[in-house]
């Protein structure tokens, strides 16, 4: 199981972005993924990695303080996404953003089931002033 995550860009101050964060089997064809709690995070040089937004297996959501009001996180279970729509980006929101999630899986051709936590690979998004 592996996450993919994309969207980052460059964006001026006051604009949106929405960024995805897409689960997939090793066997594409042949394993069922669903992606149960997932979590965005950022990291700017020099800081520890915070967290921005998480969502619950029951859709519950919560989000770090400067970003609640601006940003939402969601979950779309038949495309094995989740998303991070960001608006009113300010520059400090500069950071690489990276996807987390506990993902169930079911591989068919083995077969196997189970659920492993995962992260993706960062994009950057960098918001001008």
């Known amino acids: 199981v592996q996450l993919q995550a994309s969207g980052g860009g460059l964006v001026q101050a006051g604009g949106s972005l929405r960024l995805s964060c897409v689960a997939s089997?090793?066997?594409?064809?042949?394993?069922?993924?669903?992606?149960?709690?997932a979590n965005w995070y950022r990291q700017t040089p020099g800081k520890e990695r915070e967290l921005v937004a998480a969502?619950?297996?029951?859709?519950?959501?919560n989000y770090e303080n400067s970003v609640k009001g601006r940003f939402i996180i969601s979950r779309d279970n038949n495309k094995s996404t989740v998303y991070l729509e960001m608006n009113r980006l300010r520059p400090e929101d500069t950071a690489v953003y990276y996807c987390?999630?506990?993902?169930?899986?079911?591989?068919?051709?083995?077969?196997?089931?189970?659920?492993?936590?995962?992260w993706g690979q960062g994009t950057l998004v960098t918001v001008s002033s």
């Open positions: 987390n999630a506990r993902v169930m899986y079911i591989n068919y051709e083995i077969p196997e089931t189970g659920r492993v936590d995962r």
């Open positions: 089997g090793s066997s594409p064809s042949g394993t069922k993924v669903t992606i149960e709690t």
């Open positions: 969502i619950s297996e029951g859709g519950g959501t």
